[in-house]
């Protein structure tokens, strides 16, 4: 994704264990910042999780054999991000970004390691509107003009980490052109010129912030599945989690909500699950019909896939990955719907790489600061009024595979209720796809559907009763 | 290039410490001590401090040993002479006849690229009207059987590597018993499969490491007969004591254990050997069937929890029948409407029925009075278990659909099985057979 200069400060590597490579760096680091390790002519992608002296720990996000101890690497100075602009939508991206669809043009069957692509398309032309004028003073996030992206205007914005007020020095006219032109430039405090490309990056790992204010959500995101919308709604801008041992169907009903739930973008996150589930989605996408617009669903869905058998490490990346775009979009006044299947997994690749570091394990090996790190990811769902005053929303829906997880990330889930009514309905084979129905046919009140009222964000619950007098 | 190391610092449990400079992680190193040597693989590197996993295990290997780094990794010769082989955990030939003369591939290559794969299409018929009817095994599809140890599941892996319509079998034992490893043998031989399958087998007596390996070995072959467009179907038997493997070596090597002593990556590792499964636009592709031993009857102990998440689906083993609550194939709907038109109503029907001869055998049990539907339930219920779950019984997909119809017809009327009348029409039995008047 990045230039390699000359110039680039290299460390050596001093170790390596599975995906975790020991690095004696000469001058400065970073913390989460990416290196390349360099395998003769491959460069494998990695990003520094520990400090310690003049050594770093990377992780790789590729199959590490064959590395040597005195393997040079590269270190990129920047921090995990992706490429947000136009051209987002109906691409299926790995953990990292890269576009699957072309990496398999140029790979073939495999993942070859080692081989990275532009998230957005270089070629692709736009056709840019100007929205500001010559002297119009704008800060981070608003937008200089637009551009057509299939269903929705896209809007072209400052850059979110640019700090102050910037007077619009050139703006260029209506035109046709790909995400690297400079189509504005503007005047920072200091006085100095910036280009205002397309497109801009963003580190994953960090909330985007440039709106007014965050607002309590209040309002219902249908997802025409009644016995959810009836008694279990979820407001836009709120968080859910679906918990459920293997076979009972969060899948489906993560596949079922994406494609009629009442929100402008979906972006679906299978991150370490079966690549032939994802494979449905890829193929069925297309086909479908957006009930609501008479398009391919695929026009509003983004889907990044780092199943199972991919490195560990993009599966820790891919969920934030999702988010981030989620966010983008919702800096657009957009309302989007984040489906992370599933969190456990994503759990999971946290203590894979906790214990490849030798932290003090926490409770079954989970690292202590697991509750954190996802009550931080659940945090950046939300309802945002923007600075043009107009409202977009993130909601996130995770799923979670019990007997692993469920007193990590979901204390206070009573695995136990659900577990065994879900078998003796799929026993019963009456309806195994969608749980919450079988459930109730069975006579069985539980909220499968469960909103995590205490835990994640207790102003982002839309409860069942605020909905009913609604 | 391949300088040669003498002196190994530290051995621990199967693995050795020596210093020694550029080698690659993951390289294969050999190891020669007396008249005897063993392959090692490179698990860990520090500084100069190399760490080896001794495929022969420690035993015996003194601290002046020589080691030579052979500067790749590990790689299993390929060709069509394969078939009919039988090797062991290092690749090496158990069958008494000499090495395999062939282009080496790598073993654990990259994994498939989603955008690739495509909506799994073409059942397997094995011939077990168990899986063909009730939980249809779909090319591409990776499915565990959950079994507790003592349960037939070698027979049933070798009844299927005799009658599943494929190719090529490739069969993976971990841990085998001698006896089983030889039951295997004898029975491809007698039946006249071997010419058809290929044997990478570990035996419980065989040191722990090379256990590690025989699934990758398995799967680089059975993916390269993929790519020349054969159908292939991986039998691996036994998963838990890969695991168990997996368990041994982390613990050595003092890495922190996660759930029960198993190593935190068990799920990736566990994935990244199932998820080969795959079937190729434009060419072959690969099954996995994969016996899992539950330790207690635990569905819970992390091998099989990890695996069920992991796998589509599951077959439980259970008083020698695939039960089939529980029991499931996730990818059967997009193959059983393609069969016949009653296949999946019928398979429906069944199951219910079944599930009210078992309420109906509790009712029974704490002697409530038996109705006459209850009496036809029962009856139902054991000719299900003696025509069909008896995993004795081989049938056609076809002739396992009538053996269905004719269960039905000999317990019920027509108007009383609940199954659509144009299909009744077209399938039911005009005679019961001889069991209705021996058993009134």
């Not at chain 1, 790909?178 to 503007?186: E, G, L, N, Q, S």
């Not at chain 1, 599966?315 to 657009?332: D, K, L, N």
């Not at chain 2, 015996?60 to 590990?74: I, N, Q």
């Not at chain 2, 368990?247 to 068990?266: C, F, H, Q, V, W």
Request: with cysteine; glycine share 8%.
């Amino acid at each position: 994704m990045n230039d390699a200069s000359s110039h680039t400060p290299k460390g050596t590597i001093d170790g390596v264990n599975g995906n975790l490579i020991r690095v004696t760096f000469p001058e400065s680091v970073m913390q989460n910042e990416v290196g390349y390790a360099l395998l003769g002519d491959l460069r494998l992608k990695a990003e520094i999780v520990r400090v310690r002296g003049r050594q770093c720990w990377l992780q790789v996000f590729e199959d590490t054999a064959g590395l040597k101890v005195g393997d040079p690497v590269e270190f990129s100075t920047e921090l995990l991000s992706v490429e947000l602009g136009p051209g987002l939508l109906k691409s299926v991206y790995d953990g990292l970004q890269n576009p699957l669809p072309e990496l398999a043009e140029q790979c073939g069957f495999f993942l070859e390691r080692g081989q990275y692509i532009d998230g957005l398309n270089r070629e692709t032309k736009w056709d840019f509107t100007p929205s500001v004028k010559v002297g119009d003073v704008l800060s981070a996030g608003e937008s200089v003009g637009s551009v057509p992206e299939g269903l929705f205007t896209h809007r072209i914005m400052i850059p979110f980490d640019w700090r102050g007020s910037f007077t619009v020095k050139e703006i260029s006219e209506a035109l046709t052109c790909t995400v690297d032109t400079v189509i504005a430039k503007v005047e920072d405090g200091a006085g100095e010129l910036r280009p205002v490309k397309l497109f801009q990056t963003w580190p994953v790992k960090k909330a985007i912030k440039a709106y007014d204010e965050r607002l309590r959500p209040t309002e219902n995101m249908t997802t025409q599945v009644r016995i959810l919308d009836t008694f279990f709604p979820v407001a836009k801008g709120g968080t859910y989690c679906i918990p459920g041992p293997f076979g009972a169907g969060k899948t489906v009903l993560q596949q079922i909500t994406s494609r009629r739930a009442d929100v402008d973008i979906v972006i679906v996150a299978a991150c370490g699950e079966r690549a032939g589930e994802v494979v449905e989605t890829l193929r069925e996408f297309p086909e479908l019909e957006d009930p609501r617009t008479g398009k391919s669903l695929m026009e509003r869905t983004l889907i990044i896939c780092n199943t199972s058998s991919m490195p560990v490490a993009s599966r820790e990346a891919s969920v934030y990955t999702g988010v981030t775009i989620a966010e983008y979009y919702r800096q657009m006044g957009l309302n989007v719907l984040m489906l992370a299947d599933s969190t456990s997994r994503w759990a999971q690749a946290l203590r894979e790489l906790s214990g490849r570091l030798e932290e003090i394990p926490g409770e079954e090996a989970f690292p202590a600061y697991l509750e954190t790190v996802i009550a931080n990811f659940y945090e950046r769902a939300g309802l945002v009024r923007l600075k043009d005053g107009s409202i977009g929303s993130v909601t996130i829906g995770g799923t979670v595979s019990p007997v692993v997880t469920s007193r990590n990330p979901l204390p206070k889930v009573p695995s136990k209720w659900w577990e065994p009514s879900t078998v003796s309905a799929a026993n019963a084979r009456i309806n195994v796809v969608i749980p919450p129905s079988t459930l109730w046919r069975a006579g069985v009140n539980i909220p499968v559907w469960w909103i995590p009222k205490n835990w994640i964000r207790p102003d982002a619950v839309c409860g069942p009763v605020a909905m009913w007098n609604k | 290039m391949h300088t040669l190391y003498h002196g190994i610092e530290n051995i621990v449990g199967n693995v050795l410490m020596l210093r020694a400079t550029d080698v690659g992680y993951g390289d294969l190193a050999e190891v020669t001590f007396g008249e005897d040597s063993s392959l090692a693989q490179v698990i860990q590197l520090d500084g100069d401090q190399v760490y080896l996993q001794i495929f022969s295990g420690s035993r015996g290997v003194p601290t002046d040993a020589t080691v030579r780094f052979l500067g790749h990794g590990l790689q299993v010769p390929f060709s069509e002479d394969l078939l009919g082989r039988i090797f062991d955990g290092s690749g090496r030939p158990r069958d008494g006849r000499p090495e395999l003369d062939a282009t080496p591939v790598g073993v654990a290559g990259p994994s498939v690229n989603p955008d690739q794969r495509i909506i799994p299409r073409k059942m397997v018929r094995t011939g077990i009207p168990m899986i063909d009817v009730f939980n249809t095994l779909v090319q591409s599809q990776k499915l565990p059987i959950f079994s507790v140890a003592g349960e037939p599941y070698n027979p049933l892996l070798a009844r299927i590597a005799l009658q599943a319509e494929v190719d090529v079998i490739v069969l993976g034992g971990m841990g085998l018993k001698y006896d089983d490893y030889l039951f295997f043998r004898e029975t491809l031989e007698e039946a006249g499969s071997l010419s058809r399958t290929v044997m990478y087998v570990h035996t419980a007596a065989d040191p722990t490491v090379e256990c590690l390996f025989v699934p990758d070995l398995c799967l680089a072959v059975a993916e390269k007969f993929a790519l020349e467009n054969k159908e292939v179907l991986v039998l691996l038997t036994d998963m838990t004591n890969y695991a168990d493997a997996m368990k041994e070596i982390a613990i050595t090597m003092e890495k922190i254990p996660s759930n029960r002593g198993y190593p935190g990556d068990l799920y990736s590792q566990l994935a990244a050997r199932y998820e080969k499964a795959v079937d190729f636009e434009s060419a072959g592709s690969i099954t996995i069937l994969a016996a899992t031993t539950m330790p207690g009857d635990d569905v819970t102990h992390p091998v099989p929890d990890n695996t069920g998440y992991i796998t589509e689906g599951q077959f439980y083993l259970r008083n020698g029948r695939i039960e089939p609550f529980g029991s499931l194939s996730r990818l059967k709907q997009f193959v059983n409407d393609k069969t016949r038109a009653d296949h999946r109503k019928i398979m429906d029907r069944m199951i219910q029925l079944y599930a009210g001869f078992r309420s109906t055998e509790e009712k029974r049990s704490m002697g409530f009075r038996m109705t006459e539907y209850d009496r036809k339930l029962v009856k139902f219920g054991d000719l299900f278990e003696k025509r069909l779950m008896d995993l004795r019984v081989t049938l056609h997909l076809e002739d396992a659909l009538d053996a269905c119809w004719q269960i039905l017809a000999d317990c019920f009327e027509a108007d009383e099985c609940g199954m659509p009348s144009e299909l009744i029409k077209e399938f039911w039995p005009t005679e019961r057979s001889e069991v209705r008047s021996k058993n009134p």
